[in-house]
């Protein structure tokens, strides 16, 4: 009788040790879905974003490159440590000088072992049109409704001067009129944050040498 009543009562501890388990995990995925479901709330001036910074792991992302055909952003960091870069566009005149000297920039930190990657809200066509205006060979990405921008907590609402450009350049993708603080992310294979250069003035952009000189730093941490 001992031993029956021993069986029992452990059938019943396993039962509600499945069944807490399974709230927990049921609770977790309500709680994920409530928070995928917050709405991003839109910071009016680009001093005002709350970015993603050192330590943080970036969010899961696939963006269409120059061609038009998605890129697993998450798998290319998985693979070699990477600069990731976020810009305006093509049009913005600070940016195409930016770009200018990550192309003369790229060719060394790709011997320190690190992918260049950049993000504007350039459709694929305005991409492939920076490409070959600067005669890039690294990887340019279109975020052209800012969903990622809003995920590293970069986007903010842009003035209405840039309405009619950037409804042109993203071709009608970016209905909300936004625009990223230009940024400079320094990645590890697991996707965390290792430095990070944000700037809300989009007339300073991190100087290429710098870039070198930091990347070369903290290459031997990651």
């Not at 991003?40 to 969010?59: A, F, W």
């Not at 260049?116 to 492939?128: C, F, H, K, N, R």
């Not at 009619?164 to 993708?173: N, V």
Request: glycine share 6%.
């Amino acid at each position: 009788m001992k031993s029956t009543m021993n069986v029992r009562l452990k059938s019943i501890a396993v039962a509600i040790s499945l069944a807490c388990s399974a709230g927990l995990a049921q609770a977790q995925n309500d709680q994920s879905s409530d928070l995928k479901q917050v709405s991003y709330v839109t910071p009016q001036k680009p001093e005002d974003i709350s970015p993603l910074l050192n330590g943080e792991k970036i969010p899961v992302t696939q963006l269409p490159d120059v061609s038009g055909k998605i890129f697993d952003l998450n798998k290319a960091v998985s693979e070699k440590p990477t600069v990731l870069i976020f810009y305006r566009g093509g049009w913005c005149p600070y940016c195409s000088k930016q770009l200018s000297g990550l192309r003369q920039t790229a060719p060394e930190l790709e011997k320190l072992g690190y992918q260049l990657i950049a993000v504007s809200t350039d459709a694929p066509e305005g991409l492939m049109e920076s490409a070959k205006k600067e005669s890039l060979t690294f990887t340019l990405l279109s975020d052209a409704d800012l969903s990622f921008s809003k995920q590293f907590g970069l986007a903010y609402k842009a003035p209405m001067g840039y309405w009619e450009t950037l409804l042109k350049s993203t071709h009608g993708k970016d209905i909300d009129l936004l625009l990223p603080v230009p940024s400079v992310y320094i990645l590890d294979k697991k996707g965390v944050i290792q430095f990070e250069y944000i700037n809300p003035d989009f007339k300073q952009r991190m100087n290429a040498d710098l870039l070198k000189t930091v990347a070369a730093t903290i290459k031997k941490d990651l």
